[in-house]
């Protein structure tokens, strides 16, 4: 009687929790729908492509030429056109400077339907953050980027370096073309390490090495979740391999920022070694940070601390490694433009190989060559706000709060309307009488407005280290066999790499 009496029991309580969940599942549906009409209504002025029944657009722009079929849509839907991934998830995709400066000049949170992705590895920090506390964060972490604190950087970038072009001597001697980008990835990583962490020209330990790999493999799983709907439900994500990979990578790098920031708060009370760390040759990100306070003396919790370090890393590997491939690929790409560069690199830097921090302001030429590569190839191609307030554009449409903007810097730098030919590499597009005279929000590969990077100093001294560092010691040729192929994921990057060929042009090197 008992055990007839239980099974009843858990019968009616299956079917109570099955009721529930689709009762839950059933409001959650009208949500969405809801939020679609909405989404769709405010967009009703705005034509644009047909739409997948199921997928909207998500299909078009994961294939293969997806960046250059949004810049055939910015031919044929001038300013602006409706971009739906997933039929829930609609956004205005803009790429026309007076639309951009409409929404960028304001400061309208980062669209948490993007964004939020970030958060359980990186947390709040500067980029997902709005409001009060964005504002509180910026003001705090702006002196670290001052450009006292990035001179000595200058001597760790160029470090840095050295291991990397050691080893593509090794491989040019080889006589055999490679893929740059995982070296450039490693260096980069390694190096932000050292200028935010404070660790030594003596490369990294086994914890720093985990630390490394951790953060190579969080980027990659978050360019998967992104472009994967089936992963844009944390539940569902969770219990796949991927999911779980990607906790387990984030556990790792929590626990390395952690135990990085006791010990040296362990440190920063001891007098002796406060010392030592202020006649140090230059204060790390971590130190700067540490020491932060705001008028009222409040300085960044742990877990804020945390937040910010894990977003400085990953910001500031990525969109680098980025930029400097698309950059050698263009000088491969347009062998004049690099002897060009080439010669005045010489010219400043003489029998040196090493750089000092008013040699970069002498690189005018290899200056407009990094700017002409990021508005070819943006590291960034594509970012997301969520107005909080409605916006008006120049050609009397508006939308209304709460919906999505996609700002597609990609297409935008290929405006024909903005830049003429603007699949022609120019540098000179960048000359001071072209820049004096085009819109200021035509060019934006660290965005624009109060939201702008905040490293973006600290990423153009590092490009230019770079780039000066690699023409100084290799010609770099095309692969002709192996073109890379573009894919937008958290950045611009090749679906099978950037093949090079690299002749050293060291005096005996054959």
Not at 292 to 317: C, P, Q, W, Y
Request: glycine fraction near 6%; charge should be neutral; aromatic fraction near 12%.
């Amino acid at each position: 009687m008992v055990s007839v009496l239980l099974s009843l029991s858990l019968s009616c309580l299956g079917l109570w929790a099955a009721g529930l969940i689709l009762i839950l599942g059933f409001l959650k549906l009208i949500r969405l729908l809801l939020r679609r009409q909405m989404l769709a209504r405010a967009m009703d002025s705005f034509p644009g492509s047909p739409t997948h029944w199921l997928f909207g657009h998500a299909q078009e722009i994961q294939q293969t030429g997806s960046l250059d079929k949004v810049v055939s849509w910015a031919h044929q839907f001038p300013y602006a056109h409706p971009l739906w991934l997933g039929q829930f998830l609609g956004f205005l995709n803009i790429y026309e400077p007076d639309y951009a400066k409409a929404v960028y000049s304001r400061g309208d949170p980062k669209a948490p339907d993007v964004y939020d992705f970030f958060l359980q590895w990186i947390g709040k920090g500067l980029l997902v953050l709005q409001g009060p506390k964005w504002y509180q964060h910026h003001k705090l972490l702006t002196p670290g980027f001052h450009y006292d604190v990035l001179k000595p950087y200058v001597a760790v970038f160029a470090d840095s370096m050295h291991t990397m072009l050691d080893k593509w001597e090794e491989k040019a001697r080889e006589d055999k073309n490679f893929d740059i980008f995982s070296d450039v990835g490693h260096m980069a990583l390694i190096s932000l390490m050292k200028c935010t962490f404070g660790k030594g020209d003596s490369g990294l330990g086994h914890r720093d090495s985990s630390y490394y790999s951790a953060v190579s493999d969080l980027t990659l799983l978050m360019q998967q979740c992104i472009e994967s709907l089936q992963y844009h439900n944390d539940f569902i994500y969770w219990l796949t391999p991927h999911g779980r990979c990607f906790l387990r990578a984030c556990q790792m790098a929590h626990d390395h920022t952690d135990q990085v920031i006791r010990e040296r708060k362990a440190t920063l009370k001891d007098e002796k070694e406060q010392e030592k760390i202020q006649s140090r040759r230059h204060l790390d990100f971590l130190d700067i940070l540490l020491g932060a306070r705001d008028e009222n003396g409040i300085k960044l919790s742990d877990a804020d601390l945390r937040a910010e370090v894990d977003t400085f890393m990953f910001e500031g590997h990525v969109t680098t490694t980025s930029g400097i491939c698309w950059f050698l690929y263009c000088m491969a790409l347009y062998p004049k433009h690099q002897h060009r560069c080439c010669e005045e690199v010489c010219e400043i830097l003489g029998d040196w190989d090493s750089l000092q921090w008013d040699d970069l302001g002498k690189m005018s030429y290899l200056t407009m060559c990094i700017k002409e590569s990021f508005r070819l190839y943006p590291p960034v191609p594509q970012v997301y706000r969520q107005l909080s307030k409605p916006v008006n554009f120049v050609d009397g449409r508006s939308l209304p709060a709460g919906s999505l903007i996609s700002l597609h810097i990609y297409a935008l730098h290929r405006n024909s309307a903005v830049w003429p030919d603007p699949e022609v590499f120019d540098p000179l597009r960048f000359s001071p009488e072209n820049v004096a005279t085009r819109h200021p929000f035509a060019f934006m590969p660290f965005s624009a407005g109060p939201r702008n990077c905040i490293g973006q100093q600290f990423a153009m001294n590092e490009m230019k280290v770079v780039t000066a560092l690699c023409l100084l010691r290799f010609e770099f040729a095309l692969d002709p066999l192996r073109p890379p192929i573009k894919m937008p994921q958290l950045i611009l990057c090749s679906k099978n790499g950037v093949h090079l060929w690299l002749k050293s042009l060291r005096p005996g090197s054959g």
